[in-house]
């Protein structure tokens, strides 16, 4: 299982940016996909997850502002991002897992090598 995430980028206070992840494999459907992001000098943190059934949860610094979605005929979840603030610039992963849970506390089977959001203030 591979994910290629893309759509970062330079962007000012304000503005909104849409993360795209992208996997192979046939069973995506059946993933609980996650977004996560490390910014600089700090640890990876999870930013929001969304199970095979549509339900998500979020970080409490992105509620409101961000929204994961995902289309499972493209194989593809998305992080649609608004309001963004200087403190939310970091590299953006997605993780798939196989367990259905939306627990946060199960680990995630896949990695993608990340995308980098720069948020200027």
């Known amino acids: 299982v591979q994910l290629q995430a893309s759509g970062g980028g330079l962007v000012q206070t304000g503005d909104s940016l849409r993360l795209s992840c992208v996997v192979s494999g046939r069973t995506f459907s059946t993933y609980t996909m996650g977004w996560f992001r490390q910014a600089p000098g700090k640890e990876r943190e999870f930013v929001s997850v969304i199970t095979w059934s549509g339900d998500s949860n979020y970080a ?51 990695w993608g090598q990340g995308t980098k959001v720069t948020v200027s203030s």
């Open 60 to 110: 409490d610094s992105v509620k409101g502002r961000f929204t994961i979605s995902r289309d499972n005929a493209k194989n593809t979840v998305y992080l649609q991002m608004s309001n963004l603030k200087p403190e939310d610039t970091a590299i953006y992963y997605c993780a798939a897992r196989t367990s259905r849970s939306i627990s946060s506390k199960i680990p995630y089977d896949y």
